[in-house]
């Protein structure tokens, strides 16, 4: 088969604009999780603001009773929708990696039939 230089620049050209495509993805990706996280931080200051400092704004006998009950209340916040964030994070996170770094760098699709491992085709092409 004859060398097309043509050819070849082509495929150049569209693998690169595939990279360049790839890294503004991978980076809004990131900036996905980087958003998630501030949020995060975020709630966590309007959440201890709202509840134990203001118990810690009352007078002394009754600051003691008041951060009691605020820091249940804080407590259940903080387990209900922080905790949830945390998890939705990591999945997030984790899914991120599967489906944007894994498919964009190790997968071809190459058009070749799927054929999963299978110890026993292994054991029997050993014994032939």
Same mark, same amino acid.
């Given at each position: 088969e004859e060398f097309d230089f043509g050819e070849l620049a082509i495929h150049q050209v569209i693998e690169t604009?595939?990279?360049?495509?790839?890294t503004v993805s991978h980076t809004a990706s990131y900036l996905r999780l980087w958003a998630l996280s501030l949020a995060h931080q975020q709630l966590s200051v309007v959440f201890l603001s709202m509840t134990l400092l203001g118990g810690m704004?009352? /007078?002394? /006998?009754l600051n003691v009773i008041t951060c009691y009950f605020y820091f249940a209340l804080w407590f259940i916040i903080t387990l209900g929708i922080l905790l949830g964030m945390d998890v939705l994070e990591c999945f997030l996170h984790v899914l991120r990696l599967h489906w944007v770094e894994f498919q964009s760098k190790f997968y071809k699709a190459e058009g070749s039939a799927f054929e999963p491992f299978c110890h026993r085709a292994v054991l029997h092409q050993k014994e032939d």
């Open positions: 604009i595939e990279y360049v495509l790839g704004t009352q /007078p002394f /006998p």
